[in-house]
């Protein structure tokens, strides 16, 4: 600690160069911060309390391929499976593209079966959506969100579903009520959700009829989640319609993996970042060794062996590194709401900012060391031959 | 000579640039006594700033024997030397060499970080040191605020803190005006008669020279006088 005044002042001799390399850096791992967030969140997606007994059959091939509506009644029959019901993706949003609505057609006393107590609805607007063929049930932040409230006609755009009657891709429904999430982890996850009749949907679509995205399933028994997700392929093993059949949670995550290797992407995005900011770091760090050649001569002089005129100088990278580390994730972590609106069905954590500290104390040893061994092999004589 | 603070036995250094060798210092030997204030005249490239590197641990002889404050330095690796000089040796430029970003406080501390006084005694002693240069009113103030003779003092409280047996002095006023360098000059007599303190110093100024208590010429990389000073 003692040589930390020594440090410090020397990292601030030039004032204006470090405040644009903090600044520089600062934004690199403000990047890294929340780059990382969304990877972490990618790989840990937010199963829930009620997550664990439930298991979706999609495609084999792929989520875009429908299932025949007619494997309900076979998974139905698998032992161990309490309830099962389907959904398909409609695709929606409203007004404009940004405005996403996960919007899912609902089969509904098999759904409200298979999620049961996981949802707080009044008794009310539950009777009122099961009389109104064209009636939604909204969560109540998406209400929020557009504005929309119980008795409003909303539009919504799919990019999928044409209508059989005009060959339309709107599709009008009736907000009759809204829900909340029971289990508050479940929140984030629902808060985009809008459900509403199966049959209006497959009565209304101009293709696909008889066909479902995926099946839902709840086990009795979630220890037995892996037998029966198992059987469950079995059944439909060498058909046209092969299945796979995986925890909810996991589902999630291969959903969202459709965008593509995220992890990859985000990783090459922040490889080209600090590969960037390893040589601007480098030369500045480099250039303030160079310039500082008679003052470390001095240091040396007076007596700094070989091994503390190093440390200083790994002591200064670090100190750069770490303070735009810290400044650059705390921002990231003031961005953590920001983010979970963007990211829903995932878990946002801070722990994803961990590694920043480890890549800035790598950074700093990366960008540091070459000066530092220059610094240490400095010939003291040389050295103050120049400035005597 | 027992009480020598400097004692150099067939000492020879040759640098070698290149497939150039050059010849700097032939066969020197020298004692100085412990307490003297030794100036050591020459012309340029005579050898004398060599000698001086030689004698405070900065380089190493190329053959011979150099004792300084009882400890032969041609036997000394590279750390043990750097903390020899810690301890034995103060330094002193033409240029003062201070630390541009700390105050003269700051600069003079810098020694005794490789002390194990803590912060408080630091500043103490530096601020002691100070005071003794007659600069303490100066303490807060960087290298850019303080004229020459001003920083050429702290460079000289730097060197006196840790206490060293031994100060070594490469032309200490020659970036001074005649003024200024009497005043460094005065303060390097009396850190020699009231304190005790060894000194060499190299000059090519004859009026700083008669400061000191001996003078040595040299040329050609060899002492014009006999090599033991009393």
Redesign the interface.
């Given at each position: 600690m003692?040589?930390f005044?020594?440090v410090w002042?020397?990292l601030?001799?030039k004032k204006t160069r470090t405040i644009f390399t903090l600044l520089s850096m600062v934004v690199a791992f403000l990047l890294f911060g929340m780059l990382e967030t969304i990877d972490y969140a990618f790989a840990h997606p937010s199963g829930g309390a009620t997550g664990a007994d439930k298991l979706i059959t999609i495609n084999k091939y792929s989520i875009t391929l429908l299932l025949p509506f007619s494997d309900a009644q076979a998974i139905r029959a698998v032992p161990g499976v309490a309830e099962v019901t389907w959904l398909t993706w409609l695709g929606a949003y409203y007004q404009e593209s940004k405005n996403f609505v996960f919007a899912l057609p609902v089969d509904t006393d098999s759904y409200f079966n298979l999620h049961k107590d996981e949802f707080i609805v009044s008794g009310e607007q539950m009777q009122a959506y099961r009389n109104t063929r064209t009636g939604a049930l909204v969560n109540s932040a998406l209400m929020k969100k557009f504005g929309w409230k119980v008795g409003d006609k909303v539009p919504l755009h799919s990019t999928i579903w044409t209508q059989k009657k005009d060959a339309s891709l709107d599709w009008t429904f009736d907000i009759v009520g809204s829900f909340d999430a029971r289990d508050p982890t479940q929140a984030g996850q629902q808060a985009s959700t809008l459900l509403f009749h199966y049959e209006l949907f497959d009565e209304g679509r101009s293709f696909g009829k008889g066909n479902v995205g995926w099946f839902e399933e709840r086990v009795g028994d979630p220890s037995q989640s892996a037998a029966i997700a198992g059987r469950i392929d079995a059944l439909f093993a060498n058909s046209p319609n092969e299945t796979k059949t995986q925890p909810a949670k996991d589902f999630a995550l291969a959903f969202m993996k459709q965008l593509g290797d995220i992890g990859f992407v985000l990783r090459a995005i922040l490889g080209a970042v600090f590969f960037t900011l390893l040589f601007l770091t480098g030369n500045t760090m480099m250039q303030s060794v160079r310039e500082r050649t008679?003052?470390l001569a001095?240091?040396?002089?007076?007596?700094?062996?070989?091994?503390?005129v190093l440390g200083l100088v790994i002591g200064e990278s670090l100190l750069l590194c770490v303070i735009a580390a810290v400044i650059g994730l705390g921002l990231s972590y003031a961005a953590l709401p920001i983010i979970k609106l963007g990211l829903q069905g995932v878990e946002v954590s801070p722990r994803a900012l961990l590694p920043g500290i480890g890549a800035a104390v790598l950074l700093a040893l990366a960008v540091g060391t070459p000066p530092a061994l220059r610094a240490m092999r400095l010939n003291?004589?040389d050295a103050?031959a120049d400035?005597? | 000579m027992s009480d020598a603070i400097v004692s150099l036995r067939n000492v020879d250094k040759r640098y070698v640039r290149g497939k150039q060798s050059v010849e700097v210092l032939q066969h020197l030997n020298l004692d100085i006594a412990k307490g003297d204030f030794v100036a050591l005249m020459g012309p340029s490239g005579s050898g004398k700033t060599t000698l001086l590197n030689l004698i405070g641990g900065l380089d190493t002889a190329t053959a011979g024997e150099i004792t300084v404050a009882g400890q032969r330095l041609d036997q000394l690796r590279e750390g043990a030397l750097a903390r020899w000089r810690a301890r034995h040796v103060g330094f002193v430029f033409q240029f003062y060499n201070l630390m541009p970003m700390l105050s003269a406080q700051r600069n003079v501390e810098l020694p005794l970080l490789l002390t194990h006084l803590s912060g408080a005694q630091r500043k103490t002693n530096a601020l002691a040191a100070l005071t003794l240069v007659g600069i303490a009113d100066r303490a807060k103030h960087k290298p850019s605020e303080l004229s020459g003779g001003q920083a050429q003092r702290v460079a000289i409280a730097r060197a006196l803190v840790a206490d060293p047996t031994l100060l070594v002095c490469d032309e200490p006023t020659g970036d001074l005006d005649r003024k200024s360098a009497d005043d460094v000059l005065h303060l390097l007599q009396m850190l020699n008669r009231e304190h005790g303190k060894s000194i060499v110093m190299v000059t090519h100024d004859p009026k700083a020279a008669e400061f000191a208590s001996h003078q040595l010429h040299m040329d050609k990389g060899a002492l014009l006088e006999a090599g033991t000073l009393a």
């Amino acid at each position: 600690m003692k040589y930390f005044p020594l440090v410090w002042a020397t990292l601030w001799r030039k004032k204006t160069r470090t405040i644009f390399t903090l600044l520089s850096m600062v934004v690199a791992f403000l990047l890294f911060g929340m780059l990382e967030t969304i990877d972490y969140a990618f790989a840990h997606p937010s199963g829930g309390a009620t997550g664990a007994d439930k298991l979706i059959t999609i495609n084999k091939y792929s989520i875009t391929l429908l299932l025949p509506f007619s494997d309900a009644q076979a998974i139905r029959a698998v032992p161990g499976v309490a309830e099962v019901t389907w959904l398909t993706w409609l695709g929606a949003y409203y007004q404009e593209s940004k405005n996403f609505v996960f919007a899912l057609p609902v089969d509904t006393d098999s759904y409200f079966n298979l999620h049961k107590d996981e949802f707080i609805v009044s008794g009310e607007q539950m009777q009122a959506y099961r009389n109104t063929r064209t009636g939604a049930l909204v969560n109540s932040a998406l209400m929020k969100k557009f504005g929309w409230k119980v008795g409003d006609k909303v539009p919504l755009h799919s990019t999928i579903w044409t209508q059989k009657k005009d060959a339309s891709l709107d599709w009008t429904f009736d907000i009759v009520g809204s829900f909340d999430a029971r289990d508050p982890t479940q929140a984030g996850q629902q808060a985009s959700t809008l459900l509403f009749h199966y049959e209006l949907f497959d009565e209304g679509r101009s293709f696909g009829k008889g066909n479902v995205g995926w099946f839902e399933e709840r086990v009795g028994d979630p220890s037995q989640s892996a037998a029966i997700a198992g059987r469950i392929d079995a059944l439909f093993a060498n058909s046209p319609n092969e299945t796979k059949t995986q925890p909810a949670k996991d589902f999630a995550l291969a959903f969202m993996k459709q965008l593509g290797d995220i992890g990859f992407v985000l990783r090459a995005i922040l490889g080209a970042v600090f590969f960037t900011l390893l040589f601007l770091t480098g030369n500045t760090m480099m250039q303030s060794v160079r310039e500082r050649t008679p003052e470390l001569a001095v240091l040396k002089t007076i007596g700094f062996g070989d091994a503390k005129v190093l440390g200083l100088v790994i002591g200064e990278s670090l100190l750069l590194c770490v303070i735009a580390a810290v400044i650059g994730l705390g921002l990231s972590y003031a961005a953590l709401p920001i983010i979970k609106l963007g990211l829903q069905g995932v878990e946002v954590s801070p722990r994803a900012l961990l590694p920043g500290i480890g890549a800035a104390v790598l950074l700093a040893l990366a960008v540091g060391t070459p000066p530092a061994l220059r610094a240490m092999r400095l010939n003291i004589v040389d050295a103050l031959a120049d400035k005597r | 000579m027992s009480d020598a603070i400097v004692s150099l036995r067939n000492v020879d250094k040759r640098y070698v640039r290149g497939k150039q060798s050059v010849e700097v210092l032939q066969h020197l030997n020298l004692d100085i006594a412990k307490g003297d204030f030794v100036a050591l005249m020459g012309p340029s490239g005579s050898g004398k700033t060599t000698l001086l590197n030689l004698i405070g641990g900065l380089d190493t002889a190329t053959a011979g024997e150099i004792t300084v404050a009882g400890q032969r330095l041609d036997q000394l690796r590279e750390g043990a030397l750097a903390r020899w000089r810690a301890r034995h040796v103060g330094f002193v430029f033409q240029f003062y060499n201070l630390m541009p970003m700390l105050s003269a406080q700051r600069n003079v501390e810098l020694p005794l970080l490789l002390t194990h006084l803590s912060g408080a005694q630091r500043k103490t002693n530096a601020l002691a040191a100070l005071t003794l240069v007659g600069i303490a009113d100066r303490a807060k103030h960087k290298p850019s605020e303080l004229s020459g003779g001003q920083a050429q003092r702290v460079a000289i409280a730097r060197a006196l803190v840790a206490d060293p047996t031994l100060l070594v002095c490469d032309e200490p006023t020659g970036d001074l005006d005649r003024k200024s360098a009497d005043d460094v000059l005065h303060l390097l007599q009396m850190l020699n008669r009231e304190h005790g303190k060894s000194i060499v110093m190299v000059t090519h100024d004859p009026k700083a020279a008669e400061f000191a208590s001996h003078q040595l010429h040299m040329d050609k990389g060899a002492l014009l006088e006999a090599g033991t000073l009393a």
